[in-house]
């Protein structure tokens, strides 16, 4: 056997920066940055940033109802999808025109609440699809569940009857049911919820925090790869990337582990 000389090491090493640069320089679009601010000029300054390693954003409702459609669509411009999260509550008629009115910013993702009901999700899902015939782009509807915020006391107080770990696997089935093309959960809910419903269902999950970054408000926390392991298809990271040090060097840290701990 011939031992390693040196342009054997200087190839390997050269071949190893290759594919760690390939790891950590291009998006993920699992990766789901929160665009958690009050201000269009807020949002160019993080979306500038980040650049080409994010390619999927989220618009809450401080930015959405700040600024309105104009933020959709210079993110269109500049190539990102949207994952549009204003968790939409009514009755079925004005939920499905809801969804209409936005579908035509051509938006990815959005939110409604599961507890809207049958009818409600099922108008939704004929919405989404119908906007998906018009202009070619279906946006994915997402359920949410039980509200992170609830504990048993508050929920018990709102008349919540079965535990909240009960009541979000009911929903989560029911969504299924409706035609919803997924739920947002937290990263402990998700391997519960991959198991009632399927492998084809998006799981997406807020509360992720990386090794490296603070817990903030957040309870229930998992690390990205964690989430993911649970069956997780996308992961909504906020503060670990928009109020880190280095924002850029936080999404690689995160790209780096989530390519290294696939299934
Ligand atoms: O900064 P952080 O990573 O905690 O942000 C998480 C994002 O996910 C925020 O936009 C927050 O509103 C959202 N979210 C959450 N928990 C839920 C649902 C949404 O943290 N249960």
Redesign the pocket.
């Known amino acids: 056997m011939r031992l390693p000389n040196k342009t054997d090491i200087i190839k390997k090493t050269a071949f190893e920066k290759r594919d760690y640069m390939e790891r950590v320089c291009s998006a993920d679009d699992r990766i789901i940055a929160?665009?958690?601010v009050d201000s269009f000029e807020k949002m160019e300054s993080i979306v500038e940033e980040l650049g080409e390693l994010v390619s999927f954003y989220?618009v809450?409702m401080e930015l959405y109802y700040a600024e309105g459609s104009k933020t959709m669509e210079w993110l269109h411009e500049k190539g990102k999808q949207v994952f549009l999260?204003l968790k939409m509550y009514d009755i079925p008629n004005t939920v499905a025109h809801g969804i209409s009115a936005v579908s035509g910013l051509g938006i990815d993702l959005i939110t409604i609440h599961a507890g809207g009901g049958r009818d409600m999700m099922e108008a939704a899902v004929q919405a989404a699809d119908e906007a998906g015939r018009n202009n070619g782009r279906r946006p994915k509807i997402l359920a949410?569940t039980v509200?992170?915020?609830f504990d048993e006391t508050v929920w018990k107080e709102t008349g919540g009857l079965l535990p909240i770990e009960s009541q979000v696997f009911r929903l989560a089935k029911l969504a299924k049911e409706c035609g919803v093309d997924g739920v947002?959960?937290?990263p402990e809910e998700a391997k519960g919820i991959r198991e009632l419903c399927g492998n084809d269902f998006e799981i997406v999950t807020?509360?992720?925090?990386p090794a490296f970054a603070d817990a903030?408000?957040?309870k229930r926390i998992a690390t990205p790869a964690v989430a993911l392991n649970n069956g997780a298809t996308r992961l909504?990271?906020?503060?670990?990337?928009?109020?880190a040090e280095d924002p850029k060097k936080a999404v690689r840290m995160i790209l780096e582990e989530i390519r290294e701990n696939k299934k």
Request: charged share 30%; no cysteine; proline share 7%.
């Open positions: 929160a665009l958690d989220k809450g999260d949410v509200l992170t915020s947002v959960a937290s807020p509360g992720i925090r903030d408000d957040q909504v990271i906020g503060r670990p990337i928009t109020k």
